[in-house]
């Protein structure tokens, strides 16, 4: 019998750390298991629910990985840290929020 592949979400996937999700997932030892699906912004935006939830119900993932995140580097977190907090928090927010809807 033939095992089921689970597909894998990887939210941020152009991004330094879902960049390198995208290439383990889709090592040759991981694609036996694994169907990759990298996400980019231009696919969906995080900070609304409605297109993550749109995403996630055209994909149907079996694992979401968040690897997206608002980022400016040392100077602009520590001039803006509540709006650096606020937007990676309503996008950890919103996937789980749509993965527990799907």
């Known amino acids: 019998m033939r095992k089921m592949k689970k ?3 990887i939210l941020g ?3 330094l750390v879902g960049r390198e999700l ?3 997932y889709s090592s040759a030892e991981a694609v036996e298991s694994y169907d990759c699906i ?3 912004r231009s696919d969906a935006d995080l900070c609304e629910l ?3 939830s749109d995403l ?3 994909l149907s993932p079996n694992i979401v990985i968040i690897a997206a995140a608002k980022v400016g ?3 602009a977190n520590a001039s803006q840290p509540v709006e650096f907090l606020d937007e990676n928090l309503r996008i950890s927010l919103n996937v789980l929020k749509a993965s527990f809807e799907q």
């Open 7 to 9: 597909k894998v979400l």
């Open 13 to 15: 996937s152009d991004g």
């Open 22 to 24: 995208v290439e383990e």
């Open 38 to 40: 990298a996400a980019r």
């Open 50 to 52: 409605t297109e993550i």
């Open 56 to 58: 996630l119900n055209k």
């Open 73 to 75: 580097g040392i100077l």
